[in-house]
């Protein structure tokens, strides 16, 4: 710009070239370099996208080793769950058995509460009953149906699961309630009367865009008590069979955790529901309690039964843990 300013100017004074001329060569000069420059930006661009589209394409093409689709779908479903003998280990360290054996029979409509200390194979558990996995060895059936047999569409239909840390999208909290429900239309309504019984409603309505507003990537502009609400009114809406129930540790405030325990709790009636459990309050109302240890089941029984054997590992494990209520 300097060259052609100096070139220029003496052309000028020379006479050899007007002024006129001078500034729209500077503009014309201006021009083509933001054209090229921009050019060079979109070369970079390029070759990001080129770099981006290879991972995608790669996710695309990862054939999942667990089935998709294909299998049993039993018309009635009641959600008589059994555990026989299962051993398991991740397929990431096969070398260590997570599940030594267990067995367990949770009946239609029953609660059952999973307890036990940390590492001791609660999730893993529950993790087998959403056919993330399948065992290693042993039977896990639905309705005397091994979960291998069952379509696991079907399967993803019938069981709810409502996690500590509930992923939400970033998209409306009605699109993140209507989430799951695959292949139906959601209307607005059904979607209203699942967040009502989710004690959700009062909260959303309270937003300046209802159930329009947009919770953001994993719902960081709700509260964790609300976040949570918004994954039970999910599950209402989906109407499981089965629930899988992960209960949060973090501490929410008293009324979040009294509104929080509320949905669950009418969430949890007349369904067949496996809770990993932290509140007394759940244990005592559960039909049975699972002392999970070591990927074994230490005991098993009512609340009662179990307290009243003062060197059981339950026993121990409420007086040092399960106080909180
Ligand atoms: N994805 C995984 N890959 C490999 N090992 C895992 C994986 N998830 C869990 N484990 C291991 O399996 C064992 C049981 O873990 P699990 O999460 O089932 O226990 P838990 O009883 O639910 O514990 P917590 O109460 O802390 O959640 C642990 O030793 C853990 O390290």
């Given at each position: 710009m300097a060259l052609v300013l100096w070139y220029g100017g003496h052309l000028v004074i020379q006479s050899k070239m007007s002024a006129g001329d001078l500034t729209s060569f500077i503009l014309y000069t201006l021009m083509v370099s933001m054209a090229v420059g921009t050019l060079s930006n979109l070369f970079g661009d390029f070759m990001k996208s080129i770099g981006a589209s290879e991972r995608v394409f790669q996710l695309m093409d990862r054939t999942p080793k667990v089935r998709f689709r294909g299998g049993d779908t039993p018309?009635?479903?009641?959600?008589?769950i059994r555990y026989e003998n299962v051993f398991f280990a991740y397929p990431s360290r096969?070398?260590?058995?997570?599940?030594?054996g267990v067995d367990l029979e949770c009946k239609p409509g029953q609660v059952v509460a999973l307890v036990g200390p940390s590492g001791g194979g609660k999730s893993t558990m529950v993790a087998l009953l959403e056919a993330f996995y399948y065992p290693v060895s042993g039977h896990l059936t639905i309705d005397g149906v091994d979960i291998r047999d069952l379509d696991p569409e079907f399967l993803h239909d019938k069981v709810g699961l409502v996690s500590q840390e509930p992923t939400l999208f970033a998209a409306s909290i009605s699109d993140n309630i209507a989430?799951?429900?695959?292949g139906k239309k959601v209307s607005i309504d059904s979607i209203i009367e699942a967040a009502k019984h989710a004690n959700a409603h009062d909260f959303i309505t309270s937003?300046?865009?209802?159930?329009?507003?947009l919770v953001g990537e994993r719902g960081v502009r709700l509260s964790g008590g609300q976040k949570q609400r918004v994954a039970i009114a999910r599950a209402v809406l989906k109407d499981p069979t089965i629930l899988l129930l992960d209960e949060a540790t973090s501490a929410l405030d008293a009324e979040s955790e009294y509104l929080v325990k509320k949905a669950l709790d009418e969430l949890m009636q007349h369904r067949t529901t496996l809770v990993i459990a932290h509140r007394l309050s759940t244990v005592k109302n559960a039909h049975k309690v699972v002392v999970v240890e070591s990927g074994t089941i230490a005991q098993e029984g009512t609340h009662e039964q179990l307290m009243?054997?003062?060197?059981?590992v339950y026993a121990k494990l409420v007086q040092r843990q399960l106080q909180k209520d």
């Open positions: 018309l009635q479903f009641k959600g008589l096969p070398d260590v058995i997570v599940l030594k989430y799951g429900i695959k937003l300046p865009q209802g159930y329009d507003t009243s054997q003062p060197d059981g």
